[in-house]
């Protein structure tokens, strides 16, 4: 499979399941003021692809609703092993305990020269139907920065005052505890 090939059947895949498409991203309208969407991350130095996954509150612009990326973001998982198939593990948990060391069975990364349009469909249902669901819940990324707020560590200053106001929380008083070793809040 060839790079147009990998992007054609994403592409067509996604919108068999009613997303939109601006550019590298695609999205679905959860409300007026919730996208959860996909991105396609490409690196010129191989060949193949990172799928990021994630919600976007209040975006930017309907030319540009991504300008500032995702306001929390995971990456999709695909197996190690060709033709092994992704439903029969628990993936559905966004966060893969030690998906960099060797004898993990997945990998973040979809190497699509070495890999088949089998491989690439099975594994976009799978990441489709057991972890993007997350992100269709315009309550889970307010949730996930409530529980852990390292998270603010994570995002552009501008991302933090939007997810700020939408928490009714002071700037002010999130900029402190972002600098801080505070990881949760209230803190003990």
């Excluded at 996954?53 to 930017?60: E, F, K, S, V």
Aim: aromatic share 16%; proline share 6%; charged share 30%.
């Amino acid at each position: 499979m060839d790079k147009k090939e990998f992007q054609q059947i994403v592409k067509h895949k996604l919108k068999d399941r009613g997303f939109r498409a601006k550019g590298n991203y695609h999205y679905i309208i959860i409300n007026s003021r919730y996208w959860a969407g996909i991105k396609l991350d490409h690196h010129p130095y191989c060949r193949g692809y990172y799928i990021e996954y994630g919600g976007i509150y209040d975006p930017a612009n309907d030319f540009s609703p991504f300008h500032f990326g995702f306001d929390l973001s995971y990456r999709f998982v695909f197996s190690k092993k060709p033709n092994d198939d992704l439903g029969r593990y628990d993936i559905s948990n966004p966060i893969i305990e030690n998906i960099y060391k060797p004898d993990c069975p997945f990998t973040e990364y979809f190497e699509y020269e070495t890999r088949t349009k089998d491989d690439l469909v099975n594994s976009l249902v799978a990441n489709l139907d057991l972890r993007f669901p997350l992100f269709c819940n315009d309550t889970f990324i307010l949730e996930q920065y409530r529980k852990d707020w390292i998270l603010f560590r994570l995002v552009p200053e501008e991302t933090v005052g939007k997810i700020a106001r939408l928490l009714g929380l002071e700037m002010e008083d999130v900029m402190a505890i972002r600098d801080s070793n505070i990881k949760k809040w209230p803190p003990d």
